[in-house]
């Protein structure tokens, strides 16, 4: 089956740092990544679409200053969380959307980010 | 504004028995749904979708029922195994899963072994 695959799984960074999370599709090509925070006991909460070779959709709320994306290949979007602080720690989200399936979406196993 | 939302919270059941885990939607146009179950710690895995052309499809020990007249549906677990313990949310999507996916809250089942 298709596999998404975030990197890295946990990293802990200290207030005002950068952290970039990686977001792969290892065995499809995904035009459109979308990337999601979940809050402990929450749902998920989808921050943005991001489309190859294009801006990011962001949603209302969403600073897209604050979270850059970015999906330079078919398989490789990136999530960095600039100027981290610590209401940024979450369970951060992404998956992809098959080129070849547009109904599919498949998830990576998330990126637990704290903030410290 | 819009919103996937489920009627239980949380759901214990005992192992072997059957499971049904209820979802409501409050958009009518949504025409495309699934249902994820996601362990702690890990990302959402799929476990069955269903299309609004539908009111019914079956998995493997799994049901999902689609009842549109009501916005509702249902994911059914049969003979309900500790292995099945997570949080379960249901998505719902329009033009035929081309926007993204809206998550409803969760529910969590634990199995009573």
């Known amino acids: 089956g298709a596999v998404v695959s975030q990197h890295p799984s946990r990293v802990i960074c200290k207030s005002g740092t950068s952290v970039k999370i990686e977001c792969r599709s290892l065995d499809f090509q995904a035009t459109t990544m979308f990337w999601y925070r979940q809050f402990p006991k929450q749902s998920l909460m989808l921050m943005a679409t991001?489309?190859?070779?294009?801006?990011?959709?962001?949603e209302q709320g969403v600073e897209k200053d604050k979270f850059l994306i970015n999906h330079a290949s078919l398989t490789l979007s990136t999530l960095t969380v600039t100027s981290a602080h610590p209401e940024d720690s979450s369970f951060y989200i992404c998956?992809?959307?098959?080129?070849?399936?547009?109904?599919?979406?498949?998830f990576g196993p998330g990126t637990r980010l704290t903030v410290t | 504004g819009e919103s996937v939302g489920l009627h239980l919270p949380t759901l214990s059941v005992q192992e072997g028995d059957n499971s049904i885990i209820n979802c409501a939607y409050s958009n009518s146009a949504s025409d495309y749904f699934i249902w994820y179950k996601q362990e702690s710690g890990k990302g959402p895995q799929f476990i069955i979708d269903?299309?609004?052309?539908?009111d019914k499809r079956q998995g493997q020990r799994v049901t999902v029922l689609l009842n549109k007249t009501v916005k509702h549906l249902s994911l059914q677990i049969a003979a309900t195994q500790p292995g099945d313990s997570a949080v379960y949310f249901c998505?719902?999507?329009?033009?035929?899963?081309?926007?993204?996916?809206?998550f409803g809250k969760g529910t969590r089942l634990s199995v009573i072994a």
């Open positions: 991001s489309n190859e070779g294009s801006k990011a959709t962001y």
């Open positions: 998505a719902e999507s329009r033009d035929s899963g081309n926007t993204p996916l809206v």
């Open positions: 269903i299309r609004s052309n539908m």
């Open positions: 998956s992809a959307r098959d080129q070849g399936n547009r109904y599919e979406q498949y």
